[in-house]
């Protein structure tokens, strides 16, 4: 759980790295990876959604939330592999097939970003500030 | 929490060589986000991740196989996006043919069986009911939890073919008999009988049955008497893909519905929907997306991938006719072997039917760039999938509208009572 002390978070580590730095595009809604994100590019490409056009390469992706796709976890990889990947997730809940995107970047060795969990609610004042996330979950804000 | 046994946990430390132990540690990561307290036995797979969607799924592949991975049950493979027995033109450019024809090759290099289609159900891939199974391909989970009995999640990519290398899932969600009861009923006993016994009504029924759903487990009252197994795949099929559904009982038709009281545990409904002839003709109009025109360039049937009898149906109703438009026929070798034997292929081919073999006109380019065009289809899947994935704007109709419209070159539609 996420406790807050000022603009400082204690996020549950879901998948661990080292430290990170990046900034935080949070996300207003809910996104498909398949489908709703480039993997060549790393641009949002679902035209419904409110973060069209921005791109997710090398920022903290603050996810409200994850719309299923047994594919999303296939983009992802790809997104590591080309080098378009976010520096880090925070996800509301874990979206365990996403999430096997990464497992299987450590497994072949590729650089993998962290994810954590921090609630929705407490995403939004994140939104485009920098952060530094500790390896041990602690997200603080300059 | 995860507790794995002495020979998993040795399994993931190497015993079985690097391969292996990859699949295992993929399948325990899984097991562990998705909160499942321990893995399971599985009895077969149906692997769909052998479709390219870029170089790092060939990698990761080609990674299991330089481990000496092994697939350690029965596995199916799902299409691919080249036809190697096929005989459609697929326009991919020459890296990504590559790459795909590497990531077909390692797939069956690991022992999968290459079956190549989206309906292994009907390629003499069925497991018993109560059986635990890791599947993919969303349509292929629906049939395999719903009509089959047998257990299964949706396994997406890597972790599909994680599973059959370990001969192991994850405890959780579909394989858990408390989460496969229904909660929710849905009556169509209101519609006319001529409208449950018409194959063009289960893609419809599927598609309110997804969006109603979601991800929750329903019961369907009213269809006693009136299914085949070709209407319960095509209904699957489209409930899968207008939603996340993974498994639906239909009374007194499917083995875990002997009654609607049963499939749902003997508890009341959370919802109960009965459907008027207005909700069809709604999902009926949601289905094409091409409007009020009668231009049909193409005619696709076959997802999921057609049966001998769907053949036997297109033939019946082609009566020696040529066609006007091409006819792309999306089936499996399982299906293209026999008609070959019987001469029958040829005869289609030569009155304009395409067979397109181990893969399918939505995962990979196969229809020509046109613009403005418009695919027709019986397919609910299709119907879903084409219009973002070939450009083509879609109309939907019955099989035997299908066939008169690629004979005329324009949409033809049949006299229908849709109540």
Redesign the interface.
């Given at each position: 759980m996420a406790l807050k002390m000022g603009l400082e978070f204690e996020a549950e580590v879901?998948l661990p790295s080292g430290p990170v730095e990046g900034e935080c595009l949070a996300l207003t809604a809910p996104i498909s990876f398949w489908?709703g994100v480039d993997?060549?590019s790393g641009l949002i490409i679902d035209a419904r959604h409110p973060e069209r056009g921005r791109d997710i390469t090398g920022t903290i992706l603050a996810l409200p939330g994850t719309i299923?796709?047994?594919?999303?976890?296939?983009?992802l990889?790809?997104l590591?592999?080309?080098g378009r990947a976010p520096a880090a997730l925070l996800m509301d809940a874990?979206d365990?097939?996403l999430?096997?995107?990464l497992?299987?970047a450590r497994?072949?060795g590729w650089p993998t970003p962290p994810a954590y969990r921090l609630p929705a609610a407490d995403q939004p004042q994140l939104a485009g500030r920098r952060l530094t996330i500790s390896a041990e979950g602690i997200v603080r804000a300059e | 929490m995860l507790e794995l046994s002495a020979e998993e946990r040795a399994v993931s430390a190497g015993e079985g060589g690097n391969g292996a132990a990859?699949a295992m540690?993929?399948v325990a990561?899984?097991a562990r986000?998705?909160g499942a307290p321990r893995l399971i036995p599985v009895a077969s797979a149906h692997i769909?991740?052998a479709l390219y969607?870029?170089?790092?799924?060939t990698?990761?592949a080609e990674?299991l196989v330089e481990g000496g991975a092994r697939v350690a049950v029965r596995a199916s493979l799902n299409v691919g996006s080249l036809a190697p027995a096929g005989c459609a033109a697929i326009r991919l450019p020459p890296h990504e043919r590559e790459m795909a024809r590497r990531m077909m090759r390692a797939y069956e290099a690991m022992g999968c069986e290459p079956s190549w289609t989206c309906a292994p159900y009907q390629a003499g891939h069925r497991p018993a009911q109560g059986t635990d199974v890791a599947w993919?391909e969303?349509n292929a989970v629906v049939f395999c939890n719903s009509v089959l009995g047998a257990r299964t999640n949706?396994?997406?990519?890597?972790?599909d073919i994680a599973c059959a290398i370990a001969g192991r899932a994850p405890d959780y969600g579909l394989h858990r008999p408390e989460n496969r009861l229904a909660t929710l009923l849905i009556d169509v006993s209101g519609l006319s009988l001529g409208l449950r016994r018409s194959d063009v009504f289960y893609p419809v029924l599927g598609t309110i049955l997804g969006r109603a759903a979601g991800?929750a487990v329903a019961v369907i009252e009213g269809l006693q008497g009136c299914t085949t197994e070709d209407r319960l795949k095509a209904l699957g099929a489209a409930a899968a893909s207008a939603g996340?559904v993974g498994l639906f009982h239909v009374a007194s038709v499917t083995p875990e519905a002997p009654d609607a009281a049963t499939a749902l545990g003997r508890l009341a409904p959370r919802e109960r929907i009965e459907l008027s002839p207005a909700d069809v003709e709604a999902a009926l109009a949601r289905l094409s997306t091409a409007g009020e025109t009668s231009r049909v360039d193409a005619v696709a049937v076959g997802s999921p991938h057609l049966s001998l009898a769907e053949i036997d149906e297109v033939e019946r109703r082609m009566a020696g006719r040529r066609l006007t438009i091409p006819l792309y026929a999306n089936t499996g070798r399982h299906v293209v072997g026999p008609l070959e034997a019987q001469g029958r292929r040829r005869a289609l081919e030569e009155a304009g039917v395409v067979f397109v073999v181990d893969t399918c006109v939505v995962v990979t380019p196969i229809l020509p760039e046109v613009a403005g065009a418009v695919l027709m289809t019986n397919s609910g899947k299709f119907a879903h999938y084409a219009p973002?994935n070939t450009g083509y704007a879609v109309t939907y109709g019955s099989l035997g509208e299908c066939v008169e419209s690629a004979v005329a070159g324009r949409l033809v539609r049949e006299a229908r009572a849709w109540r």
């Open positions: 879901l489908g993997p060549a299923g796709s047994s594919s999303a976890s296939a983009v990889l790809e590591v592999h080309a874990p365990a097939i999430l096997l995107g497992v299987v497994e072949m | 990859m540690r993929i990561e899984a986000l998705m769909d991740g969607h870029g170089d790092s799924g990698l990761f990674k993919g969303s949706r396994y997406g990519d890597f972790l991800s996340g973002g």
